[in-house]
């Protein structure tokens, strides 16, 4: 089955500076990759997603790149404010019978300091 | 409008017994899944369905363990003889098809004493 490892698991950043985290997976047949952003005691918010026939999407301060070759993705926040400061998930999702399955990463905690 | 609604938003359980928990999907969407998220960790898949149907239950861990969307809407999970090890966070998320962006609920809070 797929396997989905995040890095870093935590990552501290003063604000207005950029925040990267990373991903990669295993499973060549995955072509969906969502990131969520989960505040304490709250279900994971969907704030921005890409599929595998592009290699970047961006919304504002966020971006999100996806290196089919080499099976990693990336989240990009830029201008970081405090209210950035959440626990970070990517996934990951592939078709056939468990299409909408999502692969979660073990998250990454995004500390910005004001 | 109306997101992905839980109940109950927390369950204190003892040991042996049989829990029920209940997700409200948004109105149309078609497909609805259930995670499981313990402390300090990603959710896990349990299980999908599309419509009535479970299309997927591999991450079911057990036969403890069911679900069912009679309806094609409202769904429950439902838990017997409880084990210490099944407390978690118990998501659900639905979406407008299989294989679209998932709408998380805020989850149920499962503890077994």
């Known amino acids: 089955g797929e396997n989905v490892e995040q890095h870093p698991s935590t990552l501290s950043v003063q604000e207005g500076d950029s925040a990267v985290i990373k991903c990669t997976y295993s499973?060549?047949?995955?072509?969906?990759f969502p990131w969520y952003k989960q505040e304490l005691g709250k279900g994971p918010q969907l704030i921005i997603d890409i599929r595998s026939n592009v290699g970047e999407k961006k919304d504002q301060r966020i971006a999100v790149t996806l290196n089919k070759t080499a099976k990693h993705f990336s989240l990009h926040i830029t201008e970081t404010q405090p209210e950035d400061s959440a626990v970070y998930f990517c996934a990951a999702s592939s078709g056939g019978t468990s299409y909408g399955k999502l692969t979660f990463g073990q998250g990454t905690i995004l500390t910005v300091h004001p | 409008g109306a997101g992905v609604s839980q109940t109950p938003s927390n369950k204190v359980t003892e040991k042996g017994k049989y829990v029920e928990l209940r997700c409200d999907p948004i109105s149309g969407h078609t497909a609805l899944y259930w995670y499981r998220q313990s402390l300090g960790q990603g959710p896990e898949f349990l299980i999908y369905f599309q419509g009535t149907g479970a299309a997927d239950d591999s991450g079911l861990p057990n036969d403890r363990f069911f679900a069912v969307r009679p309806e094609g809407s409202v769904s429950t999970l439902k838990i017997q003889r409880t084990e210490r090890g099944d407390s978690a966070v118990y998501l659900c998320a639905s979406s407008l098809e299989g294989g679209d962006e998932q709408f998380f609920g805020p989850g149920t809070r499962l503890t077994v004493l």
């Open positions: 499973d060549s047949a995955s072509n969906y």
